[in-house]
């Protein structure tokens, strides 16, 4: 069982930055592939990042390329998105979630490939 708390979201003007975090209750978390998912009101839940068990390879939507950035710490069971150059249309609640690693560079990118989730946090971003 994997317990997900996410925070850092809030309200942020065009152009501007957030960090998210998602803190991990479990022993371990060396053997999960970890997600960032997000939904917009009205909208599906949308794949954002995936990064491997060992943080060597990181996989992103075509839509924050080169803007958002994630990483994780396995010693502190947390992951981290940077999100910077912000546009509204990255307005959402973001989801941490993760799943067992296949450990063979295998990118989960649906939500329905996970197994844990967290409750969200809501991300604003103003024009």
């Known amino acids: 069982q994997v317990q997900l708390v996410e925070s850092g979201g809030g309200l942020v003007q065009a152009g501007g930055s957030l960090r998210l975090s998602c803190a991990a209750s479990t022993r371990t978390l060396f053997t999960y592939f970890m997600g960032w998912f997000r939904q917009a009101p009205g909208k599906e839940r949308e794949f954002v990042v995936g990064?491997?068990?060992?943080?060597?390879?990181?996989y992103y939507a075509d839509f924050v390329k080169g803007r958002f950035t994630m990483s994780r710490d396995n010693a502190k069971k947390t992951a981290y998105l940077q999100m910077n150059s912000l546009k509204p249309e990255d307005t959402a609640v973001y989801y941490c979630?993760?799943?067992?690693?296949?450990?063979?560079?295998?990118?989960?990118?649906?939500?329905?490939?996970?197994?844990?989730w967290g409750q969200g946090t809501q991300v604003t971003v103003s024009s």
């Open positions: 990064i491997s068990w060992n943080g060597y390879s990181t």
């Open positions: 979630a993760v799943r067992a690693d296949s450990g063979s560079e295998e990118v989960f990118s649906k939500s329905s490939e996970y197994e844990y």
